[in-house]
Every structure is written in C-alpha cells, then in structure tokens.
C-alpha cells in the first residue's frame, strides 16, 4: 500500500478546511466589534432570541416560510426540464405550461388572500 494514493484525498480535506475555517479566520481578524441596537434587533423571526421557550409568537413568520419551501422547490423543476427540452418534445413543454399556470394561480391565490403579507 503506498501513501501516495492517499493524497489526493488529503489534499481534499486540507482545501476543504481552508475553504470553510480560512473565511471565519480572516473576518474575525479584519472585523472590528463595534454592537449597537441596530445589530443586536431580533431579525427574521420578529421575535427576541433569548426569552422563554414557550412564549407565544406570530405564526406568520411559519406561513411565510412554508410558502417560500413550496414554490421554491416547484421552481427547482423547471431546471432539468430546461436542460431536457429538446429531448421531451412539445408533449413535456405543454406539461410544463400546465404545471406553471397552477403554480401561478396558487401563488395568485395566496397574494389575494394577504398570506404573503407582513404587517
């Protein structure tokens, strides 16, 4: 067994630290602290971060997130049907046409009835 045929994967592991550590490392050495109110607001729930586990909050923040999920995997469709659209004939284009007008009426209808709202 020869250690050379390990490289390759050694290397790999060794970029892969620098990739995700290297970026940490250097923002914590440039960066200067300087907290204010603004930068320590609670931020995309709405709520604060450290309080009691079970106080009760907006259930919109959820609403909101599930829609975000539900058309952003519809939309990761529409990526091997682009790539496939020579190969699939008219047939997958109008299949396709169809399966992006109920994504629009459902995205029509959620507008409408203010789900996507943040009052």
Do not use: H, N
Not at 15 to 43: E, F, H, N, R, W
């Amino acid at each position: 067994m020869q250690l050379d045929q390990y490289l390759p994967v050694l290397l790999f592991i060794v970029v892969g630290i620098l990739v995700g550590v290297g970026p940490m490392a250097i923002g914590k050495l440039l960066s200067t602290s300087k907290p204010d109110a603004q930068k320590l607001s609670p931020y995309e729930c709405g709520f604060e971060a450290f309080e009691d586990a079970r106080m009760k909050f907006d259930v919109r923040y959820y609403l909101v997130a599930i829609l975000f999920i539900l058309f952003d995997l519809e939309i990761a469709f529409l990526f091997p049907w682009a790539v496939s659209l020579d190969s699939i004939g008219f047939i997958g284009f109008l299949s396709m046409m169809i399966f992006l007008t109920i994504l629009v009426v459902g995205f029509i209808y959620e507008w409408m009835k203010g789900a996507l709202d943040w009052e």
